[in-house]
């Protein structure tokens, strides 16, 4: 009873396995949670492909992850001079400075500036990249490139290419291998048709592991009820109903991620209109939830508590203690109780 994911894990497997078949030189990531579904469940289906490399976050992650994982490791955070280093593990680069710190020759990759500005080595830089690079042992290049890219990501991969070889860096000194993010299918085709003598490594990670969504159901048990009648006061903040029906009580809260929310990413018309017409309910009281029954999608009664919700249904009809209810999450940002397949 809690906060469940349910897998149907034959659909579920039947995804990945198909996805890492089409996906030629798959670098799966597993970051976080996994994705809602548990690093370690994670590990283990890459084990099951026989893949001999994944990507993590952060240097903690590769901590755990390692004594389940026998391939090579790929931390995505820079390494910044003076941090600790895990052995065994490639480490990412992003300055010319952390490449001058690094001393000796455990394997590394260099990470390029793309337009998403988050990490990596611009091209003002390219020609003190090129006398540094070969004192490292580098893996590879790095490009993490936008979700919602102004321009192609095939020239722009390919533009940055020209450039290093034109500033004096030898596809030799990367190890002839370039790893992306967010390449979609026919541009990354179009890369290896174009540069048959470099290797290009995808690392993927929402679409492999969340790209099954028909395979999951996440469901919240109902923990009480109580009848209530308009003008009641409720919850901590003691607010009144304005109709009578059903106090629900539900699991799931701040310690899930119940509620977080990320700022918003579409910007378009439309999209501020969404924006707008939802924060012209949240002025008058009124805030969806993501919980959801018969149909109905249902209203906090007040904000999430930290391990479970209330939430108001109006009328009769409503669900019975124990009943699991239907939630609708985002699986990064969410710490299921359990998970079953």
Known sequence: MGLSLHINAEIWRAHITAFSTQHPGLVPVIKGEGYGL???????????????????????EADEIGALYAGEILILTPWRPGQHRTPGAIHTLSSLTAIESWHDQAPVVVEILTDTRRHGIPRSEYGGLAKLIGGVSCQGLVFHLPLSPTRSPQEMVATEIRNLIEDGISPTSFNRTIWVSHMPATDLTNLREKYPSIIFLERVGTKLWLGAAKAMRSTATVLD??????????????????????????????????????????????????????????????????????????????????????????????????????????????RFDEITE
């Open 225 to 334: 009820k109580q009848r209530v009648t308009s003008g009641d006061r409720v919850g901590y903040r003691q607010r009144r109903v304005r109709k009578n029906g059903w106090l629900l009580i539900v699991a799931g809260g701040t310690q899930h991620g119940i509620g977080l929310e990320a700022p918003p990413s579409d910007l378009s018309f439309l999209g501020r209109l969404k924006i707008l017409s939802k924060a012209i309910l949240v002025v008058a009281g009124i805030q969806r939830s993501p919980y959801s029954y018969a149909g109905k999608r249902l209203l906090f009664a007040e904000p999430p508590h930290m391990q479970c919700s209330l939430l108001f249904w109006v009328g009769e009809g409503a669900p019975e203690i124990g009943n699991e209810i239907d939630v609708t999450l985002r699986h990064t940002t969410t």
């Open 38 to 60: 548990g690093a370690t469940r994670l590990v283990h289906e890459v084990n099951r492909l026989g893949i001999k490399r994944l990507a993590v976050g952060t240097p903690t």
